[in-house]
């Protein structure tokens, strides 16, 4: 009988992050569906607030990877404590959330346990044919729907793309496993988190409205001169408005490295598109971007697009947002700003 | 502390991200519609491991920068003429499939036996970078394997700064949740890092580094070794372009306020 064998890492003994209970409502699924029986793999500092949280979730094993150890988000230590579980179930199929920690290990350790890994899973399907995903390859440009014959099959599946488990809490009985890091692993040490140096959080993953910025914003505007500074308090403006999440164009972020007129509140993090990020938002407005397809890729998952942009002939314009503007973004998002302080006050 | 460094950069090419990509089937899997004829650029992520490679080899004097690039030989020519005006860097080629369709896990075996052949590696002064995904395959696995297989086990991915502290330790940001980045130190060699978009801009152009790397580039593609990177015990039931071409309205004629009233509509509704 296959096992599929979930991972979820414990921050501070809480709960389960939304992003393993998605991956554990597809592993249900898939387990479900093809007959497998189900373990948890839990990796943590403490573990067993998590596993009671999920305790009714109809694993037959919860196993865990316990102390300060495994606490860091590290290469060494992680792989070390996924490598250890696997062994304990030997499982058919290892499934895992696409966090930056699983991430940063999954195919090490695919590699480790001769099997095999996919990351940025989109879909997650057992049928007759066996069990088979979906990703997308050349930066969100075409999708693909595959299965493949090497076991364990690691797969890292993306956040959003599957309802999350809702089931009752209780009291798991966590299996002790014994994970040994090697004293090169312990050469890294994890210091902390630094947020991005605009001060200002201006990324949101879980924002329903993804706010786009263009270079345009840095040019020179209808009197011949820059306005970077006003556009950064429209766009300040904005985000405090609504709680968007700020994205930008590469142009624009690249400026600042060029040692141009920026804005001040951007960082490469914000980029969006084939060497950005490709986030998940229901609507997205972008504005002085001119919607070209490198950066066009990254709004693959934004369900609902508008753009303002001052050229009808923008790449918006050819089959990539649903609405676009033709008008100055100054001026109109000066309009925006205004009816939204009005709409708060 | 003064370190030298062996910086190996694992970089190959992708087409010109400008380029119109159409999947089609081919003899032993998916392929890009006249994919030979598409120009190519050395993949983004892998350029920006570059720049920081050469960067950090021209702060520590004595290290030196391999690229090991795995492509057709005559794509790899033609990127290489791009690229070598850049950063110093020694070649070592490998003639085989960029495809994003083949596997991880083989083009890591084919990158790592290139690694374990360069003369006098020396694996306390050994780095190895890459981008943390390519934008062909896009999976971030590749490096993860390398290190693997060169027994590596400090691992870093999303990289965007590496700061050489003055014991020689290695600080090292990397990409997490959120727009923020979670902040290792590691004691020093060896360790992996794919990298994210970096700290530095495109160098410009250097002539003199164009002619000295052009002395070594041509040799190196001559005597390329052949790799046959595919994607063994992989199935891929359709791959296909996504049908979500909107019918996109074109507003024209409104008045400011109005466009206005109608975006903070759409937003304000959900």
Known sequence: MDTILILIHVEKDAAPAKSALEELGAAKDIAEACGATLAVGLVGEALQGAANHIAECGASRFLGVEGAEFRQSRYGSDIAAAEAICRATNPTFVIAPATSRWNRVVAGLAHRLGGRADTHVTDLVAGKGGVTISRWYYRQRMEAVLHRTQRPWVIALEAGCHAPWKGGAGTAKIEPVAATVPETAKRTTVTGVKAPSSGQQTIRPDAELLFVAGAGWTKKQSDGQTHAPEAENLIRGFLQFTNASLGSSKSLVDLSKDGQAVLTLMTHLNQIGQTGSTPRHLKGLSTCCHGEEPHAVGWRFITERRAVNLDPNCGWARGKADVLYVADAFDVMRKVNALLAAKQA | ?270
């Open chain 2, 1 to 270: 502390m003064s370190t030298t460094y062996q910086i190996v950069v694992c970089g190959s090419i992708v087409p010109d991200p400008l380029q119109t990509l159409e999947p089609v089937p081919g003899a032993t899997g998916p392929t890009l519609k006249n994919e030979m004829m598409l120009p190519a650029v050395l993949d983004p992520w892998a350029w920006h491991a570059l720049f920081e490679a050469a960067h950090l080899a021209k702060n520590a004097p004595g290290s030196k920068v391999w690229l090991v690039s795995l492509g057709p030989k005559a794509k790899l020519q033609q990127v290489m003429m791009t690229i070598a005006q850049k950063a110093p860097f020694e070649l070592i080629a490998i003639d085989g499939s960029a495809s994003g369709f083949t596997e991880a896990s083989e083009v890591a075996a084919t990158l790592a036996g290139a690694i374990k052949a360069i003369p006098g590696l020396d694996l306390s002064r050994l780095l190895v970078f890459g981008g943390w995904e390519s934008a062909s395959r896009g999976s971030g696995a590749t490096m993860q394997i390398v290190g693997e297989m060169l027994g590596i086990v400090n691992q870093f991915q999303g990289v965007d700064k590496l700061t050489i502290g003055a014991d020689g330790s290695i600080e090292i940001l990397e990409r997490i949740e959120g727009g923020k980045h979670q902040v290792s130190i590691c004691v020093g060699p060896p360790a992996v890092f794919g990298w994210a978009t970096g700290s530095l801009p495109e160098p410009p152009n250097n002539p003199q580094v164009g002619m000295a790397n052009m002395r070594g580039i041509m040799p190196a593609l001559q005597k390329a070794c052949t790799s046959k990177v595919g994607a063994e015990g992989v199935t891929f039931a359709s791959v296909a372009l996504p049908k979500q071409r909107r019918d996109t309205k074109i507003v024209k004629d409104l008045s400011t306020d109005e466009i206005a009233r109608d975006i903070v509509s759409w937003i304000t509704n959900a």
